[in-house]
């Protein structure tokens, strides 16, 4: 997906289209759908789920080409597929990542993250528990004014969470001053606390270090007399 949509939108792509207006939306959908093709065709024989992927893609491809022509009424893709690298603290952090698109919009950008599974909900990134949204912001600088998810579903195309302007920056912040003090910790040698929250633990792949399972579970009464007559 994100190889089919970095060559559909690339502005430095000859083939591309950074920007879509109504009347171009049945050559895009056609365009579109001849990337997909030519970029699954490599997987498709041996693959068959890459064959589901693809039909599942085709299906919503209306509805993608749909809102790229009411997102251009306002922002144009400016990049995509960004690996961006940005010192967090002078001689210290450094972050990095990679950014699926960057939108522009009279001097200011909107990150857009697309998203063909779960996502985290807008509760989760506004709280903090969720920081990819954030974090983007973060490496990118003053002028993102706008990071969001871009769902990708098998029913259509809707935007998922979304953080703006003031809301952005106090969190872009915020992520960035915790991710420099727990560097510092772990550099101090402080451990590491478990999270402990159950969706976190629900992936954890060593729970068995940990055994949160068993932290609210009774614990057994053992009876020493009994256990003393028994053997006696």
């Known amino acids: 997906m994100h190889r089919i949509l970095e060559r559909f939108h690339d502005p430095e792509n000859p083939g591309a289209m950074p920007a879509i207006a109504p009347e171009q939306r049945e050559e895009a959908a056609r365009r579109l759908e ?20 693809l039909r599942r893609w085709l299906d919503i491809v209306p509805a993608y080409i749909d809102w790229c022509i009411a997102r251009c009424r306002t922002w144009r893709p400016a990049a995509v597929e960004q690996r961006i690298e940005r010192a967090l603290t002078p001689g210290g952090v450094t972050v990095k990542g990679r950014l699926d698109r960057i939108d522009r919009h009279d ?53 998922g969470a979304c953080l703006e302007d003031e809301d952005l920056i106090r969190l872009a912040q915020a992520t960035g001053e915790r991710l420099a003090s727990l560097v510092e910790q772990m550099e101090d040698g402080a451990p590491l606390p478990a999270w402990g929250d159950e969706k976190t633990c629900d992936y954890c792949p060593v729970s068995g270090v940990c055994r949160k399972q068993a932290w609210d579970a009774p614990h057994p009464v053992i009876d020493h007399e009994a256990q003393a007559n028994d053997i006696s």
């Open 34 to 53: 001849r990337i997909s093709r030519r970029e699954f065709r490599r997987d498709l024989e041996d693959n068959l789920l890459h064959q589901g992927w």
């Open 107 to 159: 001097g200011t950008h909107a990150i857009v993250d697309y998203k063909t599974g779960a996502a985290p909900a807008q509760e989760e990134v506004e709280d903090g528990e969720a920081v990819q949204l954030p974090f983007y912001a973060l490496l990118s600088g003053d002028a993102v004014v706008r990071s969001e998810y871009l769902l990708l579903e098998k029913n259509g195309v809707r935007g």
